[in-house]
Structure formats: C-alpha cells, structure tokens
C-alpha cells in the first residue's frame, strides 16, 4: 500500500459545478496537508496549506482534513474552466520532512 | 515576479548519453530540491540542498545520477549514462529558508522533460 492514495481521474464537469477532490493516507505521522495546481506542461504551484486536521477556506477553495479517517479533500465551488489542472495532494509528518506526494487528479472543467 | 528558472525545457537523448539539467532557484531561497516526475504520477525527490550542502540524497540513484549547488545558489543535475526508464520530468523547487519547511511550500520550476529513446 502507498502512503498517499489519490484518485488519477480524469474528472470532467460543467462550469459552475462543485468539485470535490480526495486523497486517503497511511501514516498517522502525518501532520502538513497541502495541495498543489499543476498545469499542463507547468510545475507544481501550492493552493492549499493546512496544519492537523480542520478545514480552511480561500475564495472558492475548502480543503478538509479528518485525521481519525486519514482522509483529505479539496472542495472547488463554482468551478471555472481555468481551474482545469492536475490537482496533487501532499503531506509530511513534520517540518524537516520530505513531502510525500499523490499521483494527482486531472480535472477538466467544460464551458 | 521571480521565478525558478530551468533549462533545458526539452531533452531527447539517446540511451547511455549523458545528459544535464541546470536551476536557478529564486533569489535568496536557501533549499532548493530535485523531483522527478514520471508521466501520471507525483513528484518525487531525488537531492535537497540547504544551501551547499547535500540534506537528502537518499532517492538519488547515485550510480547515474549526480547533483551540486558549488555556490549554494544554482544547481545541476547530470545522469550518466541515461536510461530508457529516466524518461520523466525533472523539476527543481527552491523555498526559503525556514518558512518552506513549515508550510510546504515550494516554488517549482516548469521542469526539464526528458525523452530517452
């Protein structure tokens, strides 16, 4: 089993829809859970800082953390074509730890 | 606004050539790392410097695969020889000192995409 399971996708949906985006994980050390945007041919860039679990909020984007289910979630309300990327959760168990990445969810939003 | 810089942006080689992957990372930013990412999968790292000084190489496949920051700013990555399975996307990600290692956050670089053949 991987230490970070991410749906690959792909996800395709109209414009205005609500997205959700989701990424399960083994090691109960983990305590940094971000995601990253990654357009085509493009690095990664951060979207998403959360600290332990809870939920934070930024414009259109909620992401969730549930610990005791080792479960995160990217919500993207009134999604716009532009949102369209690779979406790639990520997490360490602390501040001198390397990131552990999942494989990303490609997300298509249709006009 | 600054940017991690990388070169080349494409690479085709042939299997046993050299090859080399150079990264400027943004002014200032203390860490700068090498990730590999293979087509459909995430990153994964491969060297993190603190300024000149290897932190952790221990992904690097150090029989082909070798990186330097001589300066602590700029950095390269050579493979020697390569492989049809390093056929990926190297993109070098810097962060500042401190804040990076907290937050996660790293500035990526639109990556190197190598081909071998």
């Known amino acids: 089993q991987k230490e970070v399971e991410q749906d690959p996708g792909p996800l395709s949906v109209p414009e205005g829809a609500i997205v959700s985006l989701n990424c399960t994980y083994s090691n109960s050390a983990f305590q940094y859970f971000m995601w990253y945007r990654q357009y085509s041919r493009k690095g990664p860039e951060l979207l998403m800082y959360?600290?332990?679990?809870g939920n934070k909020e930024d414009g259109r984007f909620t992401a969730q953390v549930d610990k005791s289910s080792k479960y995160i979630s990217l919500f993207i309300r009134d999604s716009q074509p532009s949102d369209s990327a690779t979406y790639l959760c990520a997490m360490k168990p602390g501040s001198n730890y390397k990131l552990t990445f999942g494989k990303g969810t490609l997300l298509t939003v249709n006009p | 606004e600054a940017e991690v810089a990388q070169s080349p942006r494409y690479k085709i080689t042939e299997k046993s050539q050299a090859v080399a992957f150079w990264c400027d990372p943004i002014?200032?930013?203390?860490?700068l790392y090498w990730y590999r990412q293979i087509l459909g999968q995430g990153p994964e790292l491969l060297v993190q410097?603190?300024?000149?000084?290897?932190?952790?190489d221990s992904q690097l496949p150090k029989d082909r695969f070798s990186a330097e920051r001589l300066k602590g700013v700029d950095s390269t990555l050579k493979i020697q020889p390569a492989e049809l399975g390093d056929s990926a996307m190297y993109l070098c990600a810097s962060s500042p000192r401190g804040s990076g290692l907290n937050t996660g956050e790293l500035f990526f670089g639109e990556g190197s995409r190598l081909t071998v053949l």
């Open positions: 002014s200032g930013h203390a860490t």
């Open positions: 959360t600290y332990s679990s």
């Open positions: 410097f603190q300024d000149e000084s290897v932190v952790d």
